[in-house]
């Protein structure tokens, strides 16, 4: 089956510019997923959709990352204006309903984001 | 939240011997313990995991162990090798899917 697609593989960006990220989950996962990675850290949550819907966004730093999936689908992850420690990798993972869901949590190749 | 911490932060061994990393968690309502292995730029993937009703699980060289009153759980790598070197994490979990994951544990096996 193919895996989570996510695009761009790399960007490098100058500090207060506008960055978007893109990701297609497999097909049919209806839950969705954007983690945050920092050099030498533990990915972190940012926002978890269920369909088209937001479940979590607690982690996310609503003031400058916006996240949507309107077609309970694709996901885009915005961030504006991007500041230097946002600099990670921003990894989206998929998973399918039910209640082993955790067990079938695929992750994409992310994006690495470099602020300067 | 959960927190989660990981020890030892970074573990070199010997090819052929064992490596055992300890991830400790704070929510007692934990029910699900995956571990991930990441290698340089790639993508963690699930190598094992274990669910609050079984102690122990087994997979080839594998193996995670579960202390839910201790609020603790292992990963085992017996006869280590080259390519088990890699950033391991731990990333307990509720039924509501969300996975906190730890710092991750360098592990680095000498040939």
């Known amino acids: 089956e193919a895996g989570v697609a996510q695009s761009p593989r790399y960007k490098i960006i100058e500090k207060r510019q506008s960055v978007a990220f893109w990701c297609n989950p497999i097909?049919?996962?209806?839950?969705l997923y954007w983690y945050q990675q920092i050099l030498g850290q533990g990915p972190k949550l940012l926002i978890q959709?269920?369909?088209?819907?937001?479940?979590?966004d607690s982690q996310l730093p609503k003031d400058r990352f916006s996240a949507e999936r309107l077609k309970g689908v694709d996901s885009t992850l915005k961030i504006q204006p991007a500041k230097l420690e946002d600099s990670a990798v921003y990894l989206c993972?998929?998973?399918?309903?039910?209640?082993?869901?955790?067990?079938?949590?695929?992750f994409g190749s992310g994006t690495q984001l470099s602020v300067l | 939240g959960e927190n989660v911490e990981q020890h030892p932060s970074t573990l070199s061994v010997q090819e052929g011997d064992s490596a055992v990393i300890k991830c400790t968690y704070s929510?007692?309502?934990?029910?699900?313990f995956p571990w991930y292995k990441q290698e340089l730029g790639k993508r963690p993937q699930l190598i094992i995991d274990?669910?609050?009703?079984?102690g122990e699980k087994k997979d080839q060289r594998i193996a995670v162990t579960l202390n839910k009153t201790a609020k603790h759980f292992s990963l085992h790598i017996t006869e280590t090798q080259p390519e088990d070197s890699a950033v391991y994490f731990c990333?307990?979990?509720?039924?509501?899917?969300?996975?906190?994951f730890g710092a991750g544990t360098t592990v680095t096996v000498r040939a």
């Open positions: 993972a998929s998973s399918s309903l039910g209640q082993n869901a955790n067990e079938k949590l695929f």
């Open positions: 097909s049919g996962h209806a839950t």
């Open positions: 959709f269920q369909n088209n819907g937001v479940v979590d």
């Open positions: 929510d007692s309502a934990s029910n699900y």
């Open positions: 274990i669910r609050s009703n079984v």
């Open positions: 990333a307990p979990s509720q039924d509501d899917y969300k996975l906190s």
